[in-house]
T-cell receptor, first 115, second 114 residues
Framework: AQKITQTQPGMFVQEKEAVTLDCTYD???????LFWYKQPSSGEMIFLIY??????QNATEGRYSLNFQKARKSANLVISASQLGDSAMYFC????????????FGKGNQVVVIP | KAGVTQTPRYLIKTRGQQVTLSCSPI?????VSWYQQTPGQGLQFLFE???????NKGNFPGRFSGRQFSNSRSEMNVSTLELGDSALYLC?????????????FGSGTQLSVL
């Protein structure tokens, strides 16, 4: 079964600083995808970045980058130059393509950006 | 291009009642999936539909059901509501059913069961 772990407590981040959100996962499937979503107080889940298990390079999307360490089963999200609008819950998720093919989410990390 | 639309936004029901939630995916998207979000359990997968067929189902009791119409719109139904069904129900759509595709989520339906 899939398992995604996000254990960091809520974080306060200074505007314009970088922040790293930790995510570890567990799967026996060699083919899987890792996703990060952001959920502001409005409730909508917003896609941020995707990393496939066979991708050779770490994914980047604007200010978001994913530090993918396959052997350690780690997929940390790095947000550079934090903005006030980055205040939200951040969820790491994984989908086993050969397994049950369901998108499973971690418990999330709360980030508050302060000016 | 309109995003994923979920209706209603808020819903209050009492135990024993049933409820139907609606989801209109992004135009052209054929896959719709549903998730339940609670403070205690987090986000849990309910089911996924592709071209009117249920492709995947989570570990929820039979009181939770869904369907997808030919225009890709989807509904989920919860019968005999329990207090524990109070949650934010999120719908997501994608173009196809390949796992690599990112899901676009709606703002959810907040269900309160009294």
């Amino acid at each position: 079964a899939q398992k995604i772990t996000q254990t960091q407590p809520g974080m306060f981040v200074q505007e314009k600083e970088a922040v790293t959100l930790d995510c570890t996962y567990d799967t026996s499937d060699p083919s899987y995808g890792l996703f990060w979503y952001k959920q502001p107080s409005s409730g909508e889940m917003i896609f941020l970045i995707y990393q496939g298990s066979y991708d050779q390079q770490n994914a980047t999307e604007g200010r978001y980058s994913l530090n993918f360490q396959k052997a350690r089963k780690s997929a940390n999200l790095v947000i550079s130059a934090s903005q006030l609008g980055d205040s939200a819950m951040y969820f790491c998720a994984m989908r086993d393509f050969g397994g049950n093919n369901r998108l499973a989410f971690g418990k999330g990390n709360q980030v508050v950006v302060i000016p | 291009k309109a995003g994923v639309t979920q209706t209603p936004r808020y819903l209050i029901k009492t135990r024993g009642q049933q409820v139907t939630l609606s989801c209109s995916p992004i135009s052209g998207h054929r896959s719709v999936s549903w998730y339940q979000q609670t403070p205690g359990q987090g986000l849990q997968f309910l089911f996924e539909y592709f071209s009117e067929t249920q492709r995947n189902k989570g570990n929820f009791p039979g009181r939770f059901s869904g369907r997808q119409f030919s225009n890709s719109r989807s509904e989920m139904n919860v019968s005999t509501l329990e207090l524990g069904d109070s949650a934010l129900y999120l719908c997501a759509s994608s173009w196809g059913d390949r796992g690599q595709e990112k899901l676009f989520f709606g703002s959810g339906t907040q269900l309160s069961v009294l």
